[in-house]
């Protein structure tokens, strides 16, 4: 009999269909497959018995994520053997796009294998690693629809490419040393070595990889971090380290099993682990008490962390603006800046990636900035099927996401859209992703704020900013019924046109503002996100207490008169306040900094200062808790300990009102919640009771998964309810 197969999922750009034959020549299998725009289509004939273990074989495929597996005899002529045909175009399903795979251990062996033909190849790859989404133009994945259609295979990469035995049988980035893209180096001579020399004698390599362009140093010289620095105008932001090895990584951090995991998975994400020892250059990671740790994701990488050993290896960009791709823009920057070495290569780059940022808290992978290895998966969510929706998320830490058929595709990070550079580059990717996927969106959903970029959709539907946080953790547990949400971040749009940031939202069939941190008078718009010293005398004179600054009569006058004021609840700039009220940091020189300044102190406490941040009628009462840390300073207490503190005021307070409001699920989420110590009191304080506490995993808890949000709202258009006033 002859049966015809439709598959869907990540099908395509793991070598299946080549495993799809092995599997069919085992079973005595004639037919054939081919990649049909997001699915793979079989053609299978033999036996009943021989069609059934086929069947199974084919769903055990390393790699595949299979979504859907349709079956049907049919009449179609099959002639002897089992061959992979020419792809096509045709199917109208929404296609899963395969992340970049970090480069295999096999890989790995024969670059490092003297006798091997690929030695030191800097491409090389097989079917089950490698570049997809960067160089994808379009679907099917096939070598002539990704950027490697640029290099003619020469005949022994031919004959890999088409021997079923080999593992590179139709891996679509299959290259060697005598073809494919070539690595070029701005000083000459190798360019694997001379890149090497010039870090390992204490200088600065600019490296184009799968996503983007990094600069990269070694994390023990001071002088080139420093340099570093100046070229991207980064002045304190700790940068991330790469390792060679797992066991490097140890030597001067904690490593869990977890993150062990995290480290090694084929995304190869930055992992946030703790420090044991602080040996790098103070400038790599600063004040931090955590490196951002991570391992190669490609044979170039491995090569430097070989023979340099730990390494700087952050993104080439002025800071806030995107990850450089074209070479063009790479030799502006060095013509602008100099100071470095550019060690390139001739493979376009389609898609700009940053790399990943993860973390492990209380058992469980978070990600705190999703893009190269996850991106373009899906979210599988408990949706109506048929409604195609397009998010466009925040303007900070911007990331969009498309959604159709119970399945959510969020782009990488962005970055800020204020930057317009940024700006172009997302509007770009939206084009890009949405081609890809062939999603034309019925609906159109963004941000309430009015003077957004990414809410510049003038038919849109509207999405409250901390109704979308709360909504994109139910969207990835599939929430339903009641729950009770706490959304703690710096800057969110509220209902009523005052700036909401620590708020308590409730949901039964609808969203509302139940509760949260009162109203407090502040000055400077978005330069109070900075200037943390500011947000203090705002929140002293809000508490009836007179500021130390030179310019208290101007700010009491300015508050008074309302100029350039905005009434905020803000929980971010609560933690700025506590951050320059106990003199530990005034003033953010980069998104944050006051808050993680805050947060390290409190580690570093013996013990809680006892505080407590009081409720009323479901409203939190700052003045209160600023006078009583105002008196514990002034009376000599430990400014590390008044830190952890406050950590755990604000803990005690989230669980108290979850136990007076008795919901069992309970929603955390918003950019404060990148705080390890405030996240980790407030899980276990719950759970201690109880509670079912979901966080944000598989998108960020800060603006870059407020998409994921808006798409659940989207998709259940009911759910907007009111506002309660506090």
């Given at each position: ?71 049907r ?5 099959v ?72 290099f ?32 070029s ?26 996503g ?16 570093i ?19 490097e ?12 995991l ?43 962390t ?28 060095r ?55 397009f ?16 399945r ?44 957004y ?9 509207r ?19 009641s729950?009770?949400?706490f ?46 010293g ?27 008169n309302n ?29 944050g ?28 009462n ?5 006078r ?20 755990a ?17 309970i ?30 995993e ?28 506090c």
């Amino acid at each position: 009999m002859t049966e015809k197969y439709i598959i869907t999922g990540l099908v395509q750009g793991i070598g299946f269909r080549p495993d799809v034959k092995r599997a069919a020549e085992q079973c005595g299998i004639s037919g054939s497959v081919k990649n049909t725009g997001g699915a793979v289509e079989i053609i299978a004939r033999g036996a009943p018995k021989q069609l059934e273990a086929f069947k199974n074989l084919i769903k055990s495929v390393p790699m595949a994520v299979i979504t859907s597996f349709s079956a049907r005899e049919t009449d179609e002529i099959v002639s002897d053997g089992f061959v992979i045909i020419s792809s096509n175009g045709d199917n109208t399903d929404v296609p899963l796009v395969t992340p970049d795979i970090s480069v295999c251990d096999n890989c790995i062996a024969e670059f490092d294998d003297e006798t091997d033909r690929r030695y030191r190849h800097p491409f090389i790859s097989c079917t089950r690693c490698g570049p997809r989404y960067s160089i994808i133009d379009r679907l099917p994945y096939d070598r002539c629809n990704t950027v490697m259609s640029d290099f003619e295979m020469c005949p022994d990469c031919r004959k890999e490419y088409t021997d079923i035995k080999d593992i590179r049988c139709h891996a679509q980035t299959v290259a060697c040393n005598d073809c494919g893209p070539v690595l070029s180096y701005t000083a000459g001579g190798n360019p694997l070595e001379g890149a090497a020399r010039t870090i390992k004698s204490g200088g600065v390599v600019a490296v184009k990889d799968i996503g983007g362009y990094h600069l990269v140093c070694g994390a023990y010289n001071e002088n080139a971090a420093r340099r570093i620095r100046e070229i991207k105008r980064r002045d304190r932001k700790p940068f991330a380290v790469m390792f060679n090895t797992v066991d490097e990584i140890r030597n001067i951090a904690q490593v869990s099993e977890l993150e062990e995991l995290a480290l090694k998975s084929a995304a190869r994400p930055i992992v946030l682990v703790k420090k044991k020892n602080d040996d790098f250059a103070p400038s790599v990671c600063a004040e931090s008490g955590s490196v951002g740790a991570f391992l190669p994701c490609n044979p170039v990488q491995h090569y430097l962390t070989k023979e340099c050993g730990a390494l700087v290896m952050t993104s080439a960009n002025i800071s806030g603006e995107p990850i450089i791709t074209e070479d063009e823009r790479m030799a502006r920057l060095r013509r602008e800046t100099g100071g470095f070495e550019i060690l390139s290569h001739n493979r376009r780059i389609l898609t700009p990636l940053d790399d990943s940022v993860c973390r492990i808290i209380r058992g469980r992978i978070q990600l705190l900035r999703r893009a190269r290895g996850y991106t373009p998966l899906p979210v599988t969510l408990d949706m109506p099927k048929g409604r195609a929706i397009f998010a466009a998320g925040g303007d900070l830490k911007a990331a969009f996401c498309f959604a159709k058929d119970g399945r959510a595709y969020m782009s990488q990070y962005f970055g800020d859209l204020e930057n317009a550079a940024a700006y172009d580059v997302w509007k770009r990717n939206i084009k890009r992703l949405g081609g890809l996927l062939n999603i034309e969106p019925d609906i159109v959903i963004t941000d309430m704020h009015p003077g957004y970029f990414s809410a510049n959709y003038p038919s849109a539907m509207r999405a409250q900013h901390h109704f979308a946080h709360m909504a994109s953790v139910m969207a990835e547990h599939g929430l339903k019924g009641s729950a009770t949400g706490f959304i703690f971040d710096g800057t969110g749009y509220g209902t009523a046109g005052n700036i909401w940031g620590g708020e308590i939202i409730g949901f039964d069939g609808a969203f509302s503002r139940i509760g949260g941190l009162e109203y407090t008078p502040l000055l400077g718009g978005d330069e109070s996100a900075k200037d943390a010293g500011l947000t203090l005398d705002c929140y002293l004179i809000a508490a009836g207490l007179e500021p130390k600054t030179a310019n208290a009569s101007l700010i009491k006058a300015a508050l008074k008169n309302n100029i350039n004021t905005v009434k905020s609840s803000s929980m971010g700039r609560l933690f700025d306040a506590v951050s320059a009220m106990l003199g530990i940091c005034g003033y953010n020189s980069y998104e944050g900094e006051c808050a993680i300044k805050l947060e390290l102190a409190a580690e570093r406490a013996k013990e809680a200062y006892p505080l407590t941040l009081p409720e009323k009628g479901g409203c939190w009462n700052t003045k209160e808790l600023i006078r009583k840390m105002i008196k514990a300073a002034e009376s000599g207490a430990d400014t590390n300990s008044i830190a952890l503190g406050f950590h755990a005021a604000v803990a005690n307070a989230v669980c108290n009102y979850a136990e007076r409001r008795g919901e069992r699920s309970i929603v955390l989420s918003g950019g404060v919640f990148a705080n390890r110590i405030l996240t980790e009191m407030c899980i276990d304080r719950l759970e201690e009771k109880g509670y079912n506490v979901y966080i944000n995993e598989r998108v960020p808890s800060n603006d870059g998964g407020l998409a994921l949000g808006q798409v659940w709202i989207g998709g259940n258009v009911n759910v907007c309810g009111g506002a309660g006033t506090c």
